[in-house]
């Protein structure tokens, strides 16, 4: 369930952390005000500064900068020496950051069934506002200081310019319609008073006053369903506050919207919940030691309980975790534990999720020292990493990375524009319906897939519009914990397994009902029938938890208990055995093997696809750390993953044992099967994390952690490269095309097998054996006579094949960051300031920017770039349900469709040519800018597209010389080596070209230097044209490629041993002795030099 991400240790406690959505960066701030900017994924500290003082780092920096700049030294005390005070929050600001705040707002109202339209619609992403600068905001009592992490320029704000009130809390604020405007700031002061700073011209504009009667702890902002921007307050005096966040140009002060009771003795923190099909709520936690949940409707209180008795919360963030589906908050007290909330608006019922104390190295806690945790944060775009702030450090927590939601998504009919996908929440299932909006079809050639910019749509980070409806569906479903879904080849019936049962139940799509169910953990299908392979296993009884405190013979039998229940599920699970089932048409299930394979070893995971994929658990040595966190989570029903039954907590991973051994981290414990057989097929693999098979049974890809194994399975299976796509979580094959999702990126792999020649000769056996078929069965039908007519039938002359090697492109459809942005100080003379504003730019300047769309010929929109910007992936987990309409679907954890657009012509291109419409990639080409026509001519050639690839209008001499080759058109081969060499007048009768000629060259003659000089250049290619038109019997073009080889050949020093030597066997065999008899003697003359 559970594993280490990362750990910083740390001398002093952390009591103020966040995390940046984008990069790998996460801001701590410790209990002497020192604040760190640190790494986690590379383990590096990027920046450090003591806030809470003067630090004298950037009071030199400051000086140095002014000086620099021609500034004179200022009488009065810079900003940069005040004492900032005790450190109240910290955080960063970005586009990336003011994106996503706003995004999540956006998706927390739409889920509203009242939403109003402006909340629904399509999300355009806000205009740049930072200009590629990533800002860190301190926010301390004295000032709050704002450091731009780029170029390491920082600004102070004292508390002076903010009424001379000390700052306890900060929230940014945006508009609630198109994000855009300047960047602002709200800082909650001592007085009750929320101020508004602007990060460009660094004044006050704004005060909201009349609200609190106390210090403001926290704010916070998001959207009502009716799309209107809030900003909500929490003080001291246990007051919640709303206040209109929709700011305009106007400087006034601004009185509260609704105040209400919410805390006594002071509200702590506010966190914004999503709620599927709802209006989202707020979540706050006071020093009274409870949790309180609101509607952000009737603003009414849902629910208030203690979640851990005698102990305040000091940290709340919303959850939603596939592997958890049912802990929606996650809250953290001062002692070691993160503790989860089930079902908060109902039975809210309080269990720790995890234990810290065990996931740590053993020798980082002192033997008398207790860990305590001061402050936690999820990570705002992937739910499956946590931080804490403890007394010992920082501890990134990640809990099962590789789980999707539980969605099945169901085959479309062809010729329908509506899908759909089946998904469970708590005890329901459900039908998820989804569509494109009415927009143009993005498949169809047109011009209208474009912006009134001239960019393609879902180009710019836009998402595409989705219509979707949700329905009920009537048949129950027996539980409501983790669950896994999945779909038969033939789209007929849906799996639902849950793995911790453990129970599997098998439905036919057609009418919901059951036509299988059982005891089993794992279940995979076959990718070519509605058959599928079970795990079958009894239900483990519960390991009792052995008591804290207690007399010691109470300790002692519990320790006895759980020694014989941890055997007993031990003999459990060896004993399970792996059985095949089939559904026939009549919607009967059978049994068709009640056990596949006789290793003694326990079935941990189960894969299906073409072969079933069984991984045996291998003996490991159990490190005490390991052993520490089983014990620690066995209470918790969270063992099982997807396919697998090994839970992700039992990988772990403590920070320090990255230096494993080959063998060690990849036992070879992976064996495939066959469905038909069902005897191994070949030798043991590494066991993989997830299968995919393309539905034509021609390649698939086995994901490990840190790469893709791809391979192609016809005509024989055969291995064809990796590709560095780590923490896969799961992928889709279309046709040549594999859609992999990561926890961060949307990938699509091009794959080619190519021809090998193990290929031809597997081919050419297949086909004697089929000939041998032939001939018995026409020898017993007809007798011997009937051999001749065979035989008479194999007269055809054998086709050349030549050999091509295997392809694997990656390209990146989808990422959280925003577009990069030039920061305007690297592009930018020194702009005088008006009224403030440092970062005002030119309008003329502003229209140089180069644009991303040219016109061709016929009123053509062309793109000029290779390839989209990454589009936005939506958050969290995601399933990939494939293309359908010319675009990428996608289902997220709060089961929404999303599309990603495929509409690039240096996208569309390649998906056509690898779907196998190699014509119609030709024709959108004419979409793409010709700079780009070799890369994707060069593509289409790995395809096996060289001849469809000659008709790119843009490609060079040099890459159409290639393409004419492999696609023999010797002719036109012949053409481009001619114009690239400029050898076309040389060699023809008359033009009196001999050795006397060429060597005693006229200044009129430059032309013929220049063509000699080409022919040398080029003397391999005329060379390899000339044995492809010999071996195909074209004389004409293997005679005019010679005359010009040879009239090089006849300047002595021209040409190099080895292509003397070939010239003169081409001459030989081409009869021409007089050219030979030249050729010869400067070969002699070459080898006696």
Not at 247 to 260: A, M, N
Not at 511 to 520: E, N, P, T
Not at 691 to 705: H, K, L
Not at 1019 to 1024: N, S
């Amino acid at each position: 369930m559970l594993r280490l991400r990362a750990f910083r240790p740390s001398n002093d406690k952390i009591v103020k952390i966040q995390l940046h959505p984008t990069h790998p960066w996460l801001v701590t701030a410790d209990a002497s005000d020192r604040v760190s900017v640190w790494n986690w994924e590379h383990r590096q500290v990027i920046y450090e500064l003591k806030a809470g003082g003067v630090d004298e780092r950037r009071l030199v920096g400051a000086k140095l900068e002014k000086l620099a700049e021609g500034e004179s030294e200022t009488k009065g005390k810079s900003t940069e020496a005040m004492r900032g005070g005790s450190v109240q929050q910290v955080n960063f600001y970005d586009d990336d950051v003011r994106f996503w705040q706003l995004w999540r707002n956006r998706s927390a109202a739409a889920e509203a069934p009242s939403a109003a339209s402006t909340v629904t619609s399509a999300f355009s992403s806000p205009a740049p506002s930072t200009k590629g600068r990533h800002f860190l905001v301190i926010c301390c009592v004295n000032k709050a200081i704002f450091l731009d992490l780029v170029t390491m320029r920082g600004r102070d704000v004292p508390k002076q310019e903010l009424d001379n009130k000390s700052l306890i809390c900060m929230e940014f604020l945006c508009r609630s319609t198109t994000g855009d405007g300047p960047p602002l700031v709200a800082f909650g002061g001592s007085d009750g008073v929320i101020r508004v700073l602007s990060m460009i011209s660094w004044k006050l504009v704004r005060r909201y006053t009349g609200g609190h009667k106390g210090s403001i702890s926290c704010l916070m902002t998001f959207m009502a369903s009716s799309g209107e921007a809030l900003l909500v307050s929490g003080g001291s005096d246990g007051l919640l506050v709303l206040w209109s966040a929709d700011h305009g140009q106007d400087s006034r002060e601004l009185v509260p919207k609704l105040s209400l009771k919410a805390h006594d003795g002071g509200v702590v923190a506010v966190e914004l919940s999503r709620v599927i099909g709802g209006a989202p709520q707020l979540i706050t936690i006071g020093a009274d030691k409870t949790l309180a949940i609101w509607d952000t409707i009737s603003f009414k209180e849902l629910r208030r309980i203690k979640p851990v008795p005698k102990l305040a919360c000091h940290s709340v963030a919303s959850w939603c975790h596939p592997r958890a589906p049912n802990l929606d908050i996650l809250t953290c007290v001062k002692d070691s534990h993160i503790w989860a909330i089930e079902h908060p608006t109902y039975s809210a019922l309080t269990r720790p999720l995890c234990e810290l104390s065990s996931l740590i190295p053993p020798q980082v806690l002192a033997p008398n020292k207790k860990l305590r945790v001061y402050c936690m944060v999820a990570h705002p775009l992937q739910p499956h990493l946590v931080a804490t702030g403890t007394n010992i450090g920082v501890i990134v927590s990640e809990f099962d990375a590789r789980s999707i939601p539980a969605v099945g998504p169901i085959p479309t009919p062809t010729g329908n524009r509506e899908h759909s996908a089946i998904f469970v929440v708590e005890r329901e299932l459900k039908l998820l319906n989804f569509q494109l909006s009415n927009t143009p079809n993005p498949s169809l050639g047109s011009n209208g897939s474009l912006s009134e910019t001239g960019k393609y749509r879902g180009d710019l980070g836009e998402p595409l519009q989705v219509k979707q409806m949700k329905k009920h569906i009537s048949t129950p479903v027996p539980h409501d914990s983790y669950s896994v879904l999945s779909v038969s080849s033939s789209g007929k019936y849906l799996s639902i397994v849950w793995p911790d049962i453990p129970h599997f139940t098998v439905y036919k799509v057609s009418d919901w009902s059951v036509v299988d169910s059982g005891s089993a953990r794992l279940l995979a299908w076959d990718t070519c029938r509605d058959r599928f392979a079970i795990l079958e296993s009894a239900l483990p009884p519960r390991i009792p938890i052995i008591p804290k405190g207690g007399s010691s013979r109470k300790a002692k039998e519990a320790a006895a208990a759980a020694a014989q229940a941890a055997a007993v599920a031990a003999s459990a699970a060896s004993a399970a055995s792996v059985q095949v089932r089939i559904l026939l048409d009549d919607g009967t299930s059978n049994i068709l093997m009640r056990s596949i394979g006789g290793r003694s070893e326990p079935v941990i995971g189960l894969h299906g696809g073409a072969l079933l994929g069984v991984a045996y658990r291998t003996s490991r040595r159990i490190s005490p750390v390991a052993a520490t966190a089983i014990s620690t989570i066995q209470s918790m029903p969270l063992s099982g993953f997807g396919s697998s039954g090994l839970s992700s907590f039992t990988t772990l991973d403590d920070g320090f044992n990255s230096h494993k051994s080959p063998a060690e981290a990849a036992p070879q414990n992976f064996q495939l099967y066959s469905w038909e057989t069902f005897q191994p097929v070949g030798g043991l693999l590494p066991h993989p994390e997830w299968t995919a098979w393309d539905q034509t049974v021609e390649y698939c890809a086995f994901a490990y952690q840190q790469y893709i194994v791809i391979s192609s399975l016809r005509p024989q299976y055969r291995y064809l490269g990796d590709v560095a796509i780590p923490y896969a979580t799961g992928a889709v094959w279309h046709r040549r095309q594999l859609f992999v999702a990561t926890p961060t990126t949307i990938e699509c792999v091009f794959v080619d097998a190519g021809v090998a020649a193990i290929d031809i000769e597997t081919r050419k056996r297949k086909e004697e054996m089929k000939m041998k078929e032939a001939q018995a069965r026409a020898v017993a039908e007809h007798g011997d006579l009937a051999l001749i007519a065979v035989d008479g039938l194999q007269s055809a002359t054998q086709e050349r094949i030549p050999l091509r090697p295997p392809m694997l492109q990656v390209v990146r459809l989808a990422s959280f960051q925003h577009a990069p942005s030039v920061p305007p100080y690297l592009t930018l003379p020194k702009q005088t300031k008006v009224d403030g504003d440092d970062s005002a730019m030119p309008r003329e300047i502003e229209e140089k920017k180069v644009n991303e769309i040219a016109v061709g010929g016929g009123g053509v929109s062309v793109a000029v770039t290779r390839f989209p910007t990454e589009q936005k992936r939506p958050v969290g987990p995601l399933v990939v349900v494939g293309v359908r309409d010319g675009v990428l679907w996608l289902i997220d954890r709060y089961m929404c469709a999303h599309a990603l657009s495929l509409n690039h012509p240096g996208i569309r291109c390649r998906c056509l040519a690898a779907y196998g419409d190699a014509v119609s990639a030709v024709k959108w080409a004419s979409r793409l800018g010709r700079e780009h026509h070799d890369d994707l001519a060069q593509f289409m050639m790995g395809m096996g597209y060289a001849t469809e690839a000659l008709h790119l209008p843009g490609i060079s001499k040099r890459l159409e010389f290639d393409l004419a080759m492999q696609s023999n058109d010797l002719k036109r081969a012949l053409q481009c080596l001619l114009t690239m060499s400029n050898s076309r007048d040389i060699g023809q009768d008359g033009i009196g070209l001999d050795l006397n000629d060429i060597l005693n060259i006229t200044a009129k003659k430059e032309n013929i230097v220049e063509a000699v000089q080409g022919i040398v250049k080029f003397a391999r290619e005329f060379l390899d044209l000339i044995d492809a038109a010999d071996a195909t019997a074209q004389v004409d073009i293997a005679r005019e490629a010679l005359k010009r080889l040879a009239a090089a050949g006849s300047v002595k020093g021209a040409l190099q041993g080895h292509e003397l030597r070939g010239l003169a066997l081409c001459l030989a065999n081409h009869g021409e002795l007089t050219r030979l008899n030249v050729c010869t003697g400067i070969f002699l003359h070459f080898l006696a030099c």
